[in-house]
């Protein structure tokens, strides 16, 4: 009987679809797995294809080189080193008796989000995922099929029950494997970051383990996936609750750990290393930049190409795309009109040499009279209204856009979620973009993390140390600066009061009587709501953005466009 493992855990970054490259990430930690002297190598879910793959499940091409690299993995543990437990897809074994031997065809099978066990050149085993993600940014019931609750994979006289991501958010998975025989929990996740997730997924894992009386480790994927990012942030619980190995967040992480068993029978971790969580402007602004870092180097970008305003957002968008792939990497642009300020030249250029980047100064007078002149016959008669502001904001989306072809480097949009939520944005304008790394962040929250980053600066990052924007583009009124003397305060409720009742309607969904309860006006109320509504189209057309929240505006926010209902009563109408 075994007394004694070394398990070693990688936290690390797959790319979707990038099954070679993933193999060889894989392969680099088994062989830090070996130098260790450890008996297993644990990966995160779906690591092998990268997650979550979505409908490149349903190519029968990209499940066939799934399958390969699995079968090279296998090969791999012939050389009698570590195992490996690997997330993988895996099809219905009714199909053939062992599907890592040959090709297979995909026609009438099943598909499962599987953990698998590869041992001494051959499959120990394979378990797929119970509970099934349908909500938030997953949609698994569409690719795969429901896994079967079963019991623990044998390994090296040791029961090793292995659950995946969901399944330890209910109590059945790993009630059935501690009944079966387990006597340890191991996951593999692929769970995304929101504000508050760490403190939650930790009450989940002391909850089975409570449950169950069995040491659980708990092994995160890390990295960015379009508007997913993965925090990583891995750890090891022993039967009695305590805390034994916690590795850090938002970066990739070799973690090896010792377990023994006592006179009783029962496994327990040794202690092990331990990172502390981030706190949450520290958390929310490394998720910001490891979502803008991972776009632009999983996408291939040489770089960004920011529109530089003088204003707080286009300076912290600037900041995170600095902090993520380097100064010489982004390029801001300033592209006054007749109605920007001389503060915000003299800010913007600021920020940018805080920042060390190339800026440019590119004005859109001149495309503003060419509109003008080209649009009069139409618009003879007629006062100027927002239609003139959209052109300043169009002109400025075709300037970067232009460059953005020219150069190749990607076009980073700048609107927070405040503004997204209620429809102040112009489209084709401020929102062109390739993606947003504020989309997901509240204008109140904005300011916080541009103070936080003047005070703070993050060890992984590549910006500058000390401030990264002065502390006037901070302070000053925001403005769109489309007419003279606009604020945004002219259109929009304070953002303290615009950004509780949109918490109100997006994240929490609250009845009108519960938000009137907090204290805010009715027709405030009512005003936000409708403008949220109204703003369903243009959202749908927004670039995507790093998702922070418990619920951003993109994949968790399913409202019609076309959309009549907004909720008055019929006595008040």
């Keep these: 009987m075994t007394d004694k493992l070394t398990i070693a855990f990688a936290q690390i970054n797959p790319t979707v679809g990038d099954i070679r490259g993933n193999l060889e990430l894989i392969r680099a930690a088994r062989e830090k797995a070996a130098a260790a002297g450890a008996d297993l190598l644990v990966t995160p879910e779906l690591c092998l294809v990268g997650y979550p793959p979505e409908d490149l499940v349903l190519k029968p091409e990209f499940l066939i080189e799934a399958q390969a690299a699995l079968r090279d993995l296998m090969a791999d543990t012939a050389d009698g080193g570590p195992a490996i437990l690997v997330g993988a897809p895996m099809p219905d074994q009714k199909l053939q008796e062992n599907p890592f031997k040959k090709a297979f065809t995909t026609a009438g099978s099943e598909i499962y989000n599987a953990a698998i066990l590869l041992d001494a050149g051959g499959l120990v085993g394979w378990r797929g995922k119970h509970f099934l993600c349908d909500y938030s940014v997953f949609d698994e019931k569409r690719v795969f099929k429901v896994g079967a609750l079963t019991g623990p994979f044998a390994f090296r006289g040791v029961r090793v029950g292995v659950f995946i991501c969901e399944d330890m958010w209910d109590a059945d998975v790993c009630e059935t494997l501690a009944e079966a025989g387990a006597e340890m929990l191991i996951g593999i996740n692929g769970s995304q970051f929101n504000s508050g997730k760490g403190d939650t997924r930790m009450q989940l894992a002391v909850q089975r383990v409570t449950e169950c009386e069995l040491p659980l480790a708990y092994l995160n994927m890390v990295g960015g996936q379009d508007d997913?990012?993965?925090?990583?942030?891995?750890?090891?619980?022993?039967?009695?609750?305590?805390?034994?190995?916690?590795?850090?967040?938002?970066?990739e992480y070799f973690l090896s750990t010792d377990w023994k068993r006592d006179a009783s029978g029962n496994w327990a971790c040794q202690s092990a290393e331990k990172h502390a969580p981030e706190e949450d402007l520290a958390a929310v602004y490394r998720a910001l930049v490891l979502g803008v870092r991972d776009y632009i180097r999983k996408n291939h970008f040489p770089g960004i190409v920011i529109?530089?305003?003088?204003?707080?957002?286009?300076?912290?968008?600037?900041?995170?795309?600095?902090?993520?792939?380097?100064?010489?990497?982004?390029?801001?642009?300033?592209?006054?009109?007749?109605?920007?300020?001389?503060?915000?030249?003299?800010?913007?250029?600021?920020?940018?040499?805080?920042?060390?980047?190339?800026?440019?100064?590119?004005?859109?007078?001149?495309?503003m009279k060419a509109f003008e002149e080209m649009l009069a016959p139409m618009m003879a008669g007629t006062a100027a209204d927002t239609t003139e502001e959209n052109i300043q904001a169009r002109s400025r989306g075709l300037t970067l856009m232009a460059i953005s072809n020219k150069l190749g480097y990607m076009v980073l949009s700048t609107g927070n979620k405040s503004e997204m939520s209620v429809g102040y944005a112009t489209l084709y304008g401020d929102m062109c973009g390739g993606y947003n790394a504020l989309k997901d962040v509240y204008k109140t929250k904005v300011f916080a993390l541009s103070r936080w980053r003047n005070a703070h600066k993050p060890a992984d990052t590549?910006?500058?140390?000390g401030t990264v924007m002065p502390e006037r583009i901070i302070t000053k009124p925001p403005s769109a600066e489309l007419k003279p003397d606009q604020k945004d305060q002219d259109s929009l409720p304070e953002y303290d009061v615009l950004d509780g009742i949109l918490e109100c309607l997006i994240e929490e969904e609250l009845p009108l009587a519960d938000i009137l309860a907090r204290g805010y006006d009715e027709e405030t109320v009512y005003r936000i709501w409708r403008m949220l509504d109204l703003a369903e189209y243009k959202r749908r057309q927004s670039a995507p953005g790093v998702r922070v929240t418990l619920r951003d505006l993109a994949r968790d926010r399913r409202y019609p466009i076309t959309n009549a209902f907004r909720g008055r009563p019929r006595s008040v109408v």
């Design 462 to 465: 590549l910006g500058p140390d």
């Design 307 to 367: 529109g530089m305003s003088g204003g707080i957002d286009s300076a912290l968008s600037a900041a995170l795309a600095v902090d993520a792939i380097g100064a010489e990497r982004v390029r801001c642009v300033m592209m006054p009109s007749p109605y920007t300020s001389a503060n915000s030249l003299e800010d913007a250029e600021l920020a940018a040499q805080m920042l060390a980047v190339r800026y440019d100064s590119i004005s859109i007078g001149p495309a």
């Design 228 to 251: 997913i990012v993965f925090d990583g942030g891995s750890f090891v619980l022993n039967a009695d609750c305590t805390l034994q190995a916690q590795a850090p967040q938002f970066s």
